[in-house]
């Protein structure tokens, strides 16, 4: 066995990725405090094709130097738009068509590893703030709140791992 180069991977071009077919996935980033994150939420997003990117309220947005620190390149791939009302956004989105499902814990989550999309749906999966998580007003407006199982004894993960999670269950799970 031996370790590949890059040239070897196989990996899009900027065109060719801007021209691929994208899953019917949205990720929503609500009041995401940290650059770090959010450049790693680009990668995720580039990884899975996502369809769009909204950085929402005081979410930070490129260019800047630690979004593209982590970003590494994805946000000139990734197609993003700020919007600073996630409550108006959600409701656009909605009346597009998407579902909406907030990663969050709830009375009525459902675990991850269960949910199955149909190949129909468009969704959109909201992302809260490191600290609050998802706003109320976004989880009650949501048609399913998904709950990564944790085992351990913290209740929550870091919000671009989480993504990076939930992306990979809905894409190939």
């Known amino acids: 066995m031996r370790k590949l ?3 070897e991977l196989g990996r899009k071009s900027l065109e060719e990725y801007r021209a691929a077919e994208k899953h019917k996935l949205v990720v929503v ?3 995401i405090r940290s650059m770090i ?3 790693a939420v680009f990668r995720n997003c580039d990884a899975f094709l996502v369809e ?3 950085l929402c309220g005081y979410t930070p947005t490129p260019p800047h130097r630690e979004i593209s620190k982590s970003a590494l390149g994805a946000e000139e791939a990734v197609e993003w738009e700020h919007a600073p009302d996630i409550v108006a956004l959600i409701q656009d989105l909605r009346a597009q068509g998407y579902k909406i499902a907030s990663i969050e814990q709830t009375d009525g989550s459902v675990q991850l590893q269960t949910f199955q999309m149909q190949a129909d ?3 959109v999966i909201v992302m809260g703030n490191e600290v ?3 706003n109320a007003a976004v989880v009650s407006m949501s048609d399913v709140a998904l709950e990564i199982p944790q085992f351990g004894t913290k209740h929550s993960l870091n919000i671009a791992v989480a ?3 939930v992306l990979y269950a ?3 799970g």
Do not use: A, F, P, Q
């Open 5 to 7: 180069k890059m040239d």
């Open 29 to 31: 980033l609500d009041d």
């Open 37 to 39: 994150n959010v450049g």
């Open 52 to 54: 769009k990117l909204y």
């Open 121 to 123: 749906e468009k969704w």
């Open 132 to 134: 609050d998580g998802v």
């Open 163 to 165: 993504t990076g999670i």
């Open 170 to 172: 809905l894409v190939l």
